[in-house]
């Protein structure tokens, strides 16, 4: 019995993450590719400058794509390429509850991030050149 009551409250622990957050973003958005690695991608969709959702490795027609993105305002994405420009190890939760947490990111090497969800967490690198690319797009608003 309990086992079934605990499987009941972790579904609905995910379709509420999964779901927090649709009601801000608008139907169109702006959608970049960022290679962060080897094989890894970021995707950023940006929904008319205030809203941003991220998911590496999973793009926006993905069927998984609403389990892994993470939703940021404005201030709140400016923030997280903030600490990763300034080197600063700090935690940035998203509006769907889900968060990056920046462990490392100097100015000459690769950046670790840590993403955690409602079920675990994942460690990542992202090229510097990603960094300074998604900056860029950022401060002239291509994103």
Request: proline letters at 3%.
């Amino acid at each position: 019995m309990l086992e079934l009551i605990l499987t009941i409250l972790i579904i609905f622990a995910f379709v509420l993450v999964r779901n927090k957050g649709d009601n801000l973003l608008s139907d169109t958005y702006t959608h970049k590719i960022y290679k962060v690695g080897i094989i890894s991608r970021l995707h950023v969709c940006s929904h008319n400058s205030k809203y941003y959702e991220l998911a590496l490795n999973v793009s926006p027609t993905n069927v998984l794509w609403k389990n892994n993105r993470i939703i940021y305002d404005r201030k709140g994405f400016s923030d997280l390429l903030s600490a990763l420009n300034k080197n600063t190890p700090s935690t940035h939760k998203g509006i769907n509850w889900l968060k990056i947490k920046v462990l490392s990111a100097p100015k000459n090497a690769e950046a670790a991030i840590s993403l955690y969800g409602p079920l675990g967490w994942s460690q990542s690198l992202i090229l510097r050149d990603a960094i300074d690319s998604i900056n860029l797009d950022f401060i002239e608003n291509k994103i």
